[in-house]
């Protein structure tokens, strides 16, 4: 109840863009503070972005001047444009709710597994 869904995910070449998006079929983001993670191969499970429900937001440095965390309310949405994509960002990004900061040596499915409202995750691959 609740889950969160992502979509938008595929591949595309360096420099390029896309747009993810995070909504919730049976319940309402407004009010909820949402962040976008990713697992990158051979990575922890990293917090990108989030947005408060004010609109406030945040950007890990690795991702700052590049992606775009939005949300419209109307259409219960949050976004993640992201620009300028370097194979770096290859990756499954996941949209969750009350996001939190998380230790060294996790991997997104070890937190979805504790958090069930977290999407599937989306692929995004960027080639060289």
């Known amino acids: 109840e609740g889950q969160l869904m992502e979509s938008g995910g595929g591949s595309v070449q360096t420099g390029g863009s896309l747009r993810l998006s995070c909504t919730a079929s049976?319940?309402?983001?407004?009010?909820?503070?949402v962040g976008w993670y990713r697992q990158a191969p051979g990575h922890d499970c990293e917090l990108v972005s989030n947005i408060r429900s004010d609109a406030t937001t945040w950007y890990a440095d690795s991702v700052k001047g590049r992606f775009t965390i939005s949300r419209d309310d109307a259409k219960n949405t949050v976004y993640l444009q992201m620009d300028r994509l370097e194979p770096e960002d290859t990756a499954v990004y996941y949209c969750?709710?009350?996001?939190?900061?998380?230790?060294?040596?996790?991997?997104?499915?070890?937190?979805?597994?504790?958090?069930?409202?977290w999407g599937q995750g989306t692929q995004v691959t960027v080639s060289s």
């Open positions: 969750a709710p009350d996001p939190v900061s998380l230790g060294d040596g996790w991997s997104c499915e070890e937190v979805k597994a504790n958090f069930p409202r």
């Open positions: 049976d319940a309402t983001l407004t009010n909820t503070e």
